[in-house]
């Protein structure tokens, strides 16, 4: 099948507050690893861009149910290795050999085979399916097996994952744990129907009562540590403050396609507009947090931030990081603040970047586009680490809470 497709490969909203959901008789949680990619640091800008352009043209449906060859021969953007990832070990066959998946919102496809080959069982059954996934940051082409996946606790059986046959930008990973809408599956597969994700089939064989996800990272200034924590069916009330407030996933195009939300952002005591009321999604497959470039000018020109060439982010000095104010996400009807510290790059690992050890780099960079179409901004995992997330499937909305670390001074 691989040599097949192969030359057809170009590559080049009010909130609502409510008390936490636990489902205490059927939460499973399990840790996850946040880990730097050294080879791919350098390019965090290019990277989440690149992932930003493909979740657009994506979710409008450019190459949507075509067949595979298709959809693989218009590929024209170019695959850059990401740099700051969370993994989780995911078990698939019976007996289970273990993979590292990055954990991914952004898109609902399960599969494996970057790096440690595919062992197969006697729970493994070929569909007979091709699989064609792109991410911007990597893509991969392979085969659709039905197998037995563990995540934890929980052993789902018949769960459809891919084969990966070729894949590139995942170096130092096995795959993916696609967790984000069922209907970014739609066309992946050579049948062209919706795939089920893990959360559906753990819902569907009553492993979990509630199809939701809480989702809990934490900022580090180490290259690798396992900090982070997802909870299936529930959430963790011990991983936040306060409670949980939830807003509708967005209605508008295109980001209402993946765990979109309507935000605002203002910055400083003095409110300062910085991006106007629009959509954008939260995700846990891009590193910065990426807003329209017509809000990145107002950032820079209330910050007095300026390009870095070896990095590709924003820079500013030691006296204007002293001076440095807040940002303002203003969800729902509720207002998350984004400090000062939560919006520099961990200084201790700036030569991990190809940065000067005592330069001050910023989190928030360029989407690579305007405002106005529809996915103005992305919520990274720089934004995440601040706050807890619940992507609430079965109610389609979106939770965020206040942690321990909203405020640390951890980087």
């Known amino acids: ?108 496809n399960t599969w494996i085979g970057a790096g440690k080959d595919y062992v197969k069982t006697s729970t493994s059954k070929d569909t007979g399916d091709e699989v064609f996934v792109e991410y911007g940051s990597g893509l991969f082409i392979g085969e659709e097996y039905l197998d037995t996946v563990t995540v934890g606790d929980l052993v789902i059986t018949q769960q459809s994952i891919g084969v990966s046959e070729f894949a590139i930008g995942f170096n130092g990973y096995d795959g993916i744990l696609g967790i984000g809408p069922v209907d970014l599956t739609e066309g992946t597969t050579s049948s062209g129907s919706a795939v089920p994700t893990v959360l559906d089939n753990a819902l569907s064989q009553g492993l979990i009562d509630s199809e939701l996800v809480g989702i809990s990272f934490e900022p580090t200034t ?27 996933v967005t209605s ?47 950032y820079k020109a209330a910050t007095g931030a300026v390009d870095d060439s070896n990095t590709g982010l924003l820079k500013i000095t030691q006296a204007q990081f002293d001076n440095l104010e807040s940002l303002f996400f203003h969800i729902g009807d509720n207002t998350y603040e984004f400090t000062a510290n939560a919006q520099i790059w961990p200084r201790a690992l700036n030569t991990a970047i190809g940065g000067d050890a005592d330069s001050v780099y910023l989190i928030v960079a360029d989407l690579g586009s305007n405002s106005g179409e529809g996915l103005d901004f992305i919520d990274g995992l720089t934004f995440l680490e601040r706050f807890y997330n619940v992507w609430d499937v079965a109610n389609a909305r979106v939770g965020f809470a206040t942690t321990e670390f909203t405020h640390a001074t951890t980087n």
Do not use: C, H, W
């Open 252 to 298: 508008t195009s295109p980001a209402s396609a993946y765990v979109g939300i309507d935000q605002t952002i203002t910055y400083g005591s003095a409110n300062t507009p910085i991006l106007d009321a629009t959509a954008g999604i939260t995700d846990t497959g891009t590193t910065l947090v990426l807003l329209a470039s017509d809000a990145i000018t107002a």
């Open 222 to 248: 180490e290259l690798s540590v396992t900090n982070g924590e997802l909870t299936f069916g529930g959430v963790d009330s011990a991983r936040f403050t306060g409670d949980i407030a939830y807003v509708p």
């Open 1 to 108: 099948m691989l040599a097949r497709l192969l030359p057809f490969v170009a590559l080049a909203v009010s909130a609502v507050v409510a008390n936490p959901i636990v489902v205490r008789d059927s939460l499973v949680t399990l840790p996850i690893a946040r880990r730097l990619n050294v080879t791919g640091a350098a390019d965090l800008v290019k990277s989440d861009q690149a992932r930003a352009k493909v979740l657009k043209q994506k979710a409008l449906g450019k190459g949507k149910g075509a067949n595979l060859k298709s959809a693989a021969s218009v590929i024209d953007v170019p695959v850059t290795n990401g740099a700051v990832t969370y993994t989780v070990s995911v078990g698939v066959g019976s007996p289970a050999t273990q993979y590292d998946l990055i954990v991914d919102t952004g898109s609902s």
